[in-house]
């Protein structure tokens, strides 16, 4: 049966091919449907997988000697039992078995998943980390399950047309994903910025979030059409609309080549202005990427994930090796090497804490000052690459003249500490602040005094200002570029570091999005920095644009306060 699942298009393109169900309790666990006489087996490998970590669990129990272990340790058996037995674990995936035909597997992992989701929802803290409890139970049932496989799971073809569908994904998930190829992303949770969204947006592949039910509703192995640019997927598609999605991307592709002539022509306006055109990345290898798009430098490496999808933290010299590939492969273009932004949906594996509210809690540079041993590391690594080129240090979610202040410090103690070891590094390296924290914009002169150049971080700009959760995707439509107050804050950044003749740049998701690109040369920006295949596009957006007509139009835009009106005049501004 032929039907259309609706979404949030997070990165544009069409993608046909077949649906690979992944499941992030477990990635690693399998997906397939099993005939109807098969199914009162699987039950039964089920029931019996239980039998058996209820067994384990008994015998540990048996083991300790009375008196000679800690006395929690029978209340957290007790407690593993508990939770084994409960209807609401057992029984329940026995009916996803029967109900979807599925191996028992996956019916654990989607428990699993229904099961964390709401302990999460839960406010007291002690009950709300319970839910480490219920995950190591079921990755006990899943060893038990894995050992004694079941029937064989139907081969999985690696053809690079799989189209990966998740009820979530984290930003470590989807790099993890990045070597096997997918032409799409389907995911049931998250917003258009969030850091899933953006991860799956460099890899320029069709990318869709917020489906709700996808898993839910599409199986292993059906014919998908992926419609990024309208949030939509098509399941099992007659071939009548399959030709006219084929023609579509063949229209696209053309538009791709035509936009490739563009990538040895200069970044300059109409009327003789130029802009500069930075890329970010996330990895050393992608700064072939960068280069092949004719990027001007590296206005955002965000360092962070060198240190995801790992039980241990990269040392000094595995991250000195990161950061020269990166300088040295730029061949003395400038690049901005962030400190790590960990925390919020970007945390270390070995790191359990659960705030509160991961995107106002230790994040960034409250981290990067609460972890100063992890925190010096990095900075050393990067000092000691700096030799090797035009290298700048960027600090995320400064907030306070006490950070600025600390931050300041720590680099100092870091230099001083090579200088004690005569190792040769930048002694004029410049020293930055992401700009996304409304407290950050309000009081922007405190930090031009200090720092020397800004990069704006829009994604939490915009969250932070409007207060919106940009992971959540109930309340993802809210979050507005286009809002009045975002618009003028923006405007009030740019042109305060123009009048105090500081350098500032944009590096979050409005820079690489074509239809704010007029916008922001009006506002006064000069300097953009996105992932290299946004390049292009905006490119041709900035050699469209004449100044002169375009900062007047923005004037208006910035004195509008309807969103119609907004929107009436973006698109005469870009028509």
């Known amino acids: ?16 091919g077949r649906a690979h169900l992944a499941s992030s309790a477990a990635l690693n666990i399998p997906h397939y449907q099993l005939p109807k006489n098969q199914i009162d087996t699987e039950v039964t490998r089920l029931c019996s997988a239980f039998s058996t970590v209820r067994l384990e669990l008994e015998t540990l129990k048996n083991s300790i000697l009375p008196g000679t272990g800690p006395a929690e340790f029978n209340a957290f058996l007790e407690l593993y039992q508990m939770i084994l037995d409960d209807p609401i674990f057992s029984q329940a995936t026995q009916s996803i078995v029967k109900q979807a035909q599925c191996n028992a597997e996956w019916a654990i992992a989607q428990q699993t998943e229904v099961l964390i989701a709401r302990f999460e929802e839960i406010e007291d803290p002690y009950l709300r980390e319970r839910k480490t409890d219920v995950a190591q139970i079921a990755e006990r049932v899943l060893k038990v399950l894995l050992g004694h496989p079941g029937h064989t799971p139907p081969p999985v073809k690696h053809d690079g047309f799989g189209i990966l569908v998740a009820h979530d994904l984290s930003p470590a998930d989807v790099m993890q994903y990045k070597q096997h190829q997918f032409s ?5 949770m998250g917003g258009p910025t969030s850091h899933t969204a953006i991860v799956a947006r460099s ?26 640019n309208q949030g939509i997927v098509i399941i099992n598609p007659d071939k009548y609309i399959l030709a006219e999605y084929r023609l579509k ?56 994930f060198l240190f995801l999808n790992r039980d241990d933290l990269p040392d000094e010299e595995e991250q000195f090796e990161a950061y020269s590939t990166v300088i040295g492969g730029m061949n ?33 540079i409250r981290m990067s000052l609460a972890e100063p041993g992890m925190f010096l590391v990095q900075l050393r690594a990067i000092l000691r690459a700096s030799i090797l080129g035009h290298t700048q240090i960027l600090i995320p979610m400064l907030s306070s003249s006490r950070e600025v202040d600390q931050t300041l410090q720590m680099i100092e103690f870091a230099k001083q500490s090579l200088r004690d070891e ?18 950050t914009a309000l009081s922007l002169e405190l930090f031009m005094r200090k720092l020397d150049f800004l990069s704006i971080g829009t994604n939490d700009l915009i969250q932070y200002t409007l207060a919106i959760d940009r992971t959540d995707e109930t309340v993802a439509h809210l979050f507005d570029p286009l809002h009045p107050a975002i618009l003028r804050l923006l405007s009030q950044i740019i042109q305060s570091a123009a009048k105090a003749g500081m350098p500032v740049s944009i590096c979050g998701e409005m820079a690489g ?23 292009l596009t905006v490119k041709r957006e900035v050699l469209d644009s004449h100044l002169p007509d375009i900062t007047r139009l923005t004037q208006k835009i910035l004195k509008a306060d309807e969103p119609d009106k907004i929107h009436d005049l973006l698109q005469k501004l870009n028509s």
């Open 1 to 16: 049966m032929s039907f259309i699942l609706h979404g949030v298009g997070v990165s544009n393109g069409i993608a046909i």
């Open 184 to 188: 799409a992303f389907l995911t049931d």
């Open 203 to 228: 890899l320029n592949i069709p990318s869709i979030v917020a489906m709700q039910h996808a898993q839910q509703l599409i199986y292993e192995n059906d014919n998908l059409i992926v419609d990024g």
């Open 249 to 304: 991307q063949n229209q696209l592709e053309l538009e791709k080549r035509k936009l490739w002539r563009l990538r040895s022509v200069a970044a300059v306006t109409r009327d003789g202005t130029p802009v500069d055109l930075h890329a970010n990345i996330e990895l050393p290898q992608e700064v072939e990427r960068a280069k092949e798009y004719s990027a001007i430098g590296i206005g955002l490496f965000r360092s962070e």
């Open 332 to 364: 003395g273009l400038p690049v901005v090497i962030r400190t790590f932004d960990l925390g919020a949906d970007k945390n270390l594996r070995s790191a359990y804490r659960m705030a509160p509210n991961p995107a106002l809690g230790l994040r960034a």
């Open 422 to 439: 005569n190792m040769p590094f930048d002694e004029t390296i410049k020293i930055g602040c992401m700009v996304e924290v409304p407290a």
């Open 513 to 535: 999005d074509s239809k704010y690109t007029r916008l922001l040369l009006g506002m006064g920006l000069r300097q953009f920095s996105m992932y290299p295949t946004q390049l």
